[in-house]
């Protein structure tokens, strides 16, 4: 995969690969009823079995994009096509049927009396019986470990139980696609590892893929297979993340910060006078890779 | 999180909820059915009745529940404040001139104002049916698990009756949580409410505002939370209520017929 720029003014949309292309916003615009632009120019794909990162600053257009996912917005002027269906007019139902939102505050997903009567419904909604809503409602709090919490009242929820269950909710609706809205913002890290574990299991486990709007790009350099790089409304650039996040002009032209571990990798390179084709993106990759470098006099460098 | 941030005397659904979910009582495991029917027969029976004694020991009864249900009584008793002063502010204008031995008199502007003994019995007899109506409200909600309440009212109300209960309690929550968090980022730069009355009552007014525009904005993304999931204006609590016991339902028996005998008694004995 090489770095994909794309020109702000003049979006130019390419069908992938139909065969797995889920879900395809060719949005021209879209404009709030205020007369603010949200979005424009965007053209934004998600396709089968992968993980992909919106990284962009606050305001840059990453949640309405996220909201254009699930239907709760759509082009002002431009076209939405999920499943090679244009569902730009009046379809809006059969897009929260394939792509769930979990939203930033999981004080405003969960709003039903308990945690299973929450998590059941989504499932209801889909049309399925009590009975069967609350077997689905139950095989999702167990996925993501948050079975013991089926009778609590929601209001009494930590917040990073609040998002397991808000993850839940969505899981329960058995989506294509899942659309996690800064899926680790204001959580311990023991929840932020569980959430991230979570989105690895649900793209190899049950097959979702799944998009992130995140400022964490350490997160996205972990688990992402693509990272798109969101500015002004549009896609600014997107590639896998080992390209695009060693491409300081690009993140910093993005009003990002790279990530710690190539900063840290970069900055050792620089004292060291080492010229190094490796690119670490994970602490694992960085720590073997000084060891490597270490073991090839790089210690000395290091001293 | 908690009303009792902004008052002691008003009553705490943070505190309530909490209570309701302990169950630790013989009294809190009854069957929710059973209190919510009595609840109904207690209402009847206060709107029947003015007879005296059976209101008071009405009202002892509820509050020998209260106790056996380990309910805080300092807290109920603090509650009490906005029932008795509605009740007040409205008998407070009936008790003046009414039949009856005269107890105080005095004249305003050429109009001679008498509180009689049957003035003041009115007084005390409202006084009672509203503590009544409002302890056992009180005891039925913090003895029953919200999850049992709610299913209730989506079992019991039409729609979109029930819809609007079921979403208004949880937003209820949400507004006291975002009153005072603002009201804790007031008073930690030294402003308080009453401090912010007397002193600054436009920032007083700018709390109040800002808890409204926030619970507006906050309901905003709730509902599309809720279009998210395919919210087509039908939802409803699924959680099982345990039925009443063969004990509860003879209770039920004795109290409507006490109900009944009182409807019969009322037009047959003037007094009642």
Partial sequence: ?303 | MSAAMISEHIPDIDLITTYGERQDSAVSRASPWTKGILLILIVLMITLTSNLVILLAMYAAILIACVMAGLPMRKILAWYAMPAVFVLSLVGIMAWNQPGVPVLSFTIAGFILTLTDQGILLIVTLLIKALISVTFSLFFLMTTKYAHFSAMISRVFPSPLDQIFLLAYRFLFLTLAMAASILKAVRSRGGGLIRSVRVQGGLFAGVFGLVFIRSFEQAERVQKAMTARGYNGSFAAHTAIPKPRIAEYGLICISGLAVIMTMWLVPHAGGW
């Fill in chain 1, 1 to 303: 995969m090489t770095i994909m720029r794309h020109d702000p003014d003049h979006r130019h949309c390419n069908h992938v690969d139909p065969g797995r292309e889920l879900i395809h916003v060719d949005c021209a615009s879209h404009v709030y009823p205020d007369g603010s632009v949200g979005i424009h120019e965007m053209c934004f794909h998600v396709m089968k079995d992968e993980i992909v990162a919106l990284c962009g600053p606050n305001g840059s257009g990453k949640s309405t994009l996220i909201e254009h996912l699930n239907g709760l917005l759509l082009p002002s002027e431009g076209d939405i096509v999920i499943n090679g269906r244009s569902i730009a007019r009046g379809e809006r139902a059969d897009l929260w049927k394939e792509v769930g939102v979990v939203f930033q505050r999981s004080e405003d997903q969960l709003f039903a009396p308990t945690v299973l009567d929450d998590v059941m419904f989504g499932p209801l909604n889909l049309g399925l019986s009590p009975e069967e809503a609350k077997t689905e409602a139950m095989k999702a709090l167990e996925a993501v470990g948050a079975a013991d919490l089926v009778h609590k009242l929601p209001n009494y929820l930590s917040g990073g139980q609040k998002r397991l269950v808000s993850i839940a909710g969505i899981l329960a609706m058995k989506p294509r696609i899942m659309a996690l809205d800064e899926p680790t913002s204001d959580l311990d890290p023991v929840h932020s590892a569980m959430i991230e574990r979570l989105i690895l299991e649900f793209k190899k486990r049950f097959g979702i893929s799944v998009v992130i709007a995140t400022h964490d790009l350490e997160l996205a350099a972990r688990i992402a297979d693509r990272v798109c790089l969101v500015r002004n409304g549009a896609i600014y650039a997107e590639g896998s993340p080992r390209e695009v996040f060693y491409d300081t002009a690009l993140i910093e032209e993005a009003g990002l910060k790279l990530p710690d571990t190539v900063m840290t990798w970069l900055e050792y390179c620089r004292g060291t006078g080492m010229a190094s084709k490796e690119q670490p993106l994970t602490r694992t990759e960085l720590v073997a890779q000084l060891e490597r470098s270490a073991g090839q006099g790089g210690r000395k460098s290091l001293d």
